[in-house]
């Protein structure tokens, strides 16, 4: 009986730090305007960072930590995530439907054809 009430107890007390720990992606508003400024950065800059002050409205307004491409492809990162893996958005500016990406990186599902949420494998 002991045993039951304190693991309630640990369960009770652990849901609060697990709850908010969990990733919260900002709401895409403007999918097809997303799509149009990663092309535009990724024609610009191939691969690497990309600094602050060249971030577009749309991509400026989920807050990222960094932005950066990568061989047509542009990650936003939301997080750096602290304890917990990194994560935020990978965009295909082509639209594609399949989120396949660089290795240790795991696709989580697409919020619009081309936009894809991540998260890195620690």
């Known amino acids: 009986m002991a045993g039951v009430v304190l693991g309630i107890a640990a369960g009770l007390l652990a849901y609060p730090i697990i709850k908010y720990s969990r990733p919260a992606w900002p709401r895409i508003e403007k999918p097809s305007a997303l799509l149009v400024e990663a092309d535009?950065?990724?024609?610009?800059?191939?691969?690497?960072?990309?600094?602050?002050?060249?971030?577009?409205?749309?991509?400026?307004s989920l807050n990222p930590q960094y932005v950066t491409t990568s061989e047509g492809k542009l990650y936003v990162t939301i997080s750096t995530g602290g304890i917990n893996p990194s994560w935020g958005y990978l965009i295909f500016p082509d639209g594609r439907t399949d989120g396949t990406a660089d290795i240790g990186i795991r696709v989580l599902g697409t919020t619009a054809p081309g936009i894809f949420r991540f998260e890195a494998i620690e």
């Open 40 to 60: 535009a950065l990724c024609k610009a800059t191939p691969f690497g960072k990309i600094p602050k002050e060249q971030w577009p409205p749309d991509i400026a």
